[in-house]
């Protein structure tokens, strides 16, 4: 390569690496692929008008998001590194193994999405709602298999808050995620999906699955004639699969106040409503000290739930 040449590509490099440098670098903490990477790819892209700074997405898998947003809270309080998040490693995994972080070291900036797990089950099942559901588990203790996203995972005590509620028992069959889980009970080698709604929803509409109860307060649109906990009485039970960004302890009020808005902003265009209502999943602002809130309460109850299933780091 001709000295000119050297000199033009050493120029590029050293831009494009001041540039990187200059991003706002926001952790993803799952491998790519899937509905958390998916849906903040969507929303970094639509996020990107409204910062000076362009957005890199970055993602950092393992430990069920731990090690990503460990990453992000030992990062400068600058606004410049933020993690893109489900419930997973904020209010599940801090109780079934040891992280590197407490709630006291980041700040919720934002949260983006709602959606419940959901407990399917075959066409041929003696229930036809949540309270016919509940009523053939009370008759047969253990009798059913649900399968769930993994031992300790949040499906895993979506389903077990609500049953320990109800007076309930069966018994869990952990696999990798929710395609698993799929694929085993379209199998029948387990009686009860539990898991998002995204991947059964075909079934359900065809006929293959009832889905019968949600772990969300409220019912959803996708499926109707799924009932809520509301409607079995126990509304403060409820375990959702939500999104949300955090930030570093420590990051200026202003910055803050900042990133809030752009992400907003970001989360009510079309192209990001039109992934979540393609996912099945519901748009839910939920920002500043209400956040916070939420996100103490949902972590005090289970580290509770995890400790009397004994899934506690010994």
Known sequence: MRPARIFAAALLLGATSLALADAIKLIIPTAPGGGTDGYFRVLAKEAAPYFKDPIVVVNVPGAGGTIGVAQMVHSAP?????????????????HTMKVQYTPSDYIPVIQLTSAPYVFCVHSDFPAIDGKSFIEELRKNPDKYTYGNDGAGGPGQLAAERIFRAMGVKARDIPFKG????????????IDIYVGSAPPILQHAQAGRAKCVLLSSADRITSLPSASSLRDLGIPDEEIILWRAVLAPKGTPPAKIAEIEAGFEKAANAPATRKFLEDAGEQLLIRKGPALRQAIDKEYEALGKLAKALNLTPQ
Do not use: I, N
Request: hydrophobic share 45%; no cysteine.
């Open 78 to 94: 600058d606004g410049q590194t933020l993690a893109a998040v489900w419930l997973g490693p904020v209010t599940v995994s801090p």
């Open 178 to 189: 929710a395609g698993e889980t799929l694929t085993a009970f379209l199998g029948r080698h």
